[in-house]
């Protein structure tokens, strides 16, 4: 009687233990994926940090003068941003992210005008409106009526890959959903559309967590 006991005591505690390992491994998986999206973001925003932009990496240049009005020069590899003189200490890091993130909105909506103008002429597929907006899990949306939405953090990809996802969204007015058909002419319009999609698919979850 003693020894089924033990045995059963052995085989309840290594059980107990597999499923510690378990619990420890799936926990060790979870730290990983969050270590597998990189951060573009610096942890703190000041003179000499890095953030993407249109697919390259751009250098923070911080210069403090008597202006009210912040300004934003991109000299490439560098983006210059003047602001006041008077501004605190702790608040360069807000102040800059903030006044970055409206900046790159408004490229993003120069970028996009300027695609949707060469292709929805070029391939006859006109859009009602187009708008910038933030959204944290597409790229586009084209509605039933042709409105087409994209997201501002394609200003951080490629230059090609936010020409693709305009291309993909103008498609949508012609196939409305992702049958063969529509892959056939987003292949048409953008013929390395299969290399722009592995990009996202490769980048798109750490551009997706913004600046
Ligand atoms: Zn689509």
């Excluded at 300004?71 to 970055?100: G, S, V």
């Excluded at 305009?166 to 529509?182: D, K, P, T």
Aim: net charge positive; proline share 5%; hydrophobic share 40%.
């Amino acid at each position: 009687m003693v020894a089924p006991l033990r045995v059963s005591e052995r085989i309840i505690h290594n059980f107990v233990k597999s499923q510690q390992d378990w619990v420890i491994a799936a926990k060790d998986k979870v730290e990983k994926n969050k270590q597998a999206i990189k951060k573009i973001a610096p942890e703190q925003y000041k003179d000499g940090v890095s953030i993407p932009f249109r697919g390259e990496q751009r250098i923070i240049q911080l210069h403090f003068q008597v202006i009210k009005q912040i300004k934003i020069i991109d000299e490439p590899p560098i983006i210059k941003l003047y602001l006041p003189l008077a501004l605190e200490q702790e608040n360069i890091h807000e102040t800059t992210r903030h006044a970055l993130v409206n900046w790159m909105k408004k490229q993003a909506a120069v970028e996009v005008k300027k695609a949707i103008d060469i292709y929805a002429e070029k391939y006859n597929l006109f859009p009602r409106f187009v708008r910038i907006k933030t959204q944290k899990s597409r790229w586009g949306s084209c509605g039933i009526h042709n409105d087409i939405n994209l997201n501002w953090l394609l200003i951080l990809t490629p230059p090609k890959v936010m020409e693709y996802v305009v291309i993909h969204e103008l498609c949508h007015i012609q196939e409305r959903n992702h049958s063969a058909n529509f892959w056939h002419l987003v292949e048409k319009h953008c013929p390395d559309y299969r290399q722009h999609r592995l990009w996202l698919k490769q980048n798109g979850h750490s551009v997706m967590q913004g600046l």
